[in-house]
């Protein structure tokens, strides 16, 4: 089955303890992006990457770091969490890019950090 | 700034109704409009991708228009189901500009019996 994987799905974490979400996709899609999504704003894009070892920041990069080895695996670092960086996050990927094709999303990782 | 608006907010109706959500978009230049379903908790799922020739574009009881010279853009459910119970989100997206998408903060709809 098509799908971006995201894990973990929950997690709970106190300020400035590293943490990683990670997302893998089994379509060979070229693209994927991590954006984050809070009550009364729309998505927002964190990083994304074009390809191997190719990524870019979106609109709210600060705090986040991202890395792209392998095609399938867009893996999302915290290193030093804050509150301000509890929300819903969304791992998504697409065949060439976001303009050209449809956009797959991931089931959503729930970050809280106290 | 690229923005995408959407309204009403939040809409409730019942079984079996009908309903018609907006957007409008000062996104560009235009390059597609789609429009997503997300249930509460889950990913957005895409119902519909509209690009600048296409005025109407449906998926089953769901139907997407586009009037590319107003920027405007809505969603039309037909026959209202339970499971129709979701965010609706519109985004649009702009040629070039680094392959970034707008997103509308989404309509709340909710189905009732």
């Known amino acids: 089955e098509a799908q971006v994987t995201q894990n973990p799905r929950y997690l709970i974490t106190v300020t400035g303890k590293k943490l990683t979400v990670t997302c893998s996709q089994n379509m060979n899609h070229e693209y994927m992006s991590w954006y984050r999504q809070d009550p009364g704003l729309g998505l927002r894009q964190i990083y994304y990457s074009m390809n191997v070892e190719v990524t870019d920041k979106g609109d709210v990069p600060e705090g986040y770091k991202v890395s792209r080895k392998e095609k399938r695996n867009f893996p999302l670092i915290l290193e030093s969490p804050s509150p301000n960086q509890t929300s819903l996050y969304f791992c998504?990927?697409?065949?060439?890019?976001?303009?050209?094709?449809?956009?797959?999303f991931g089931e959503g990782s729930r970050l809280t950090v106290l | 700034k690229n923005q995408v608006e959407q309204s009403p907010q939040s809409l409730i109706i019942l079984e079996g109704k009908n309903c018609t959500l907006q957007?409008?978009?000062?996104?560009?230049?235009?390059?597609?409009l789609r429009w997503y379903k997300q249930d509460t908790g889950r990913g957005p799922v895409s119902l519909t991708i509209m690009t600048f020739s296409e005025n109407t574009k449906s998926n089953g009881r769901y139907t997407a228009t586009l009037d590319a010279d107003t920027k405007q853009s809505s969603l039309h459910i037909t026959a209202s189901q339970l499971s129709d119970s979701a965010s609706y989100i519109c985004?649009?997206?702009?040629?070039?500009?680094?392959?970034?998408?707008?997103f509308g903060t989404g309509t709340q709809l909710k189905v009732e019996l």
């Open positions: 985004v649009v997206s702009a040629t070039g500009g680094g392959n970034k998408l707008t």
């Open positions: 957007c409008n978009y000062t996104v560009s230049p235009f390059s597609n």
């Open positions: 998504a990927s697409s065949l060439w890019g976001p303009n050209t094709g449809e956009l797959f």
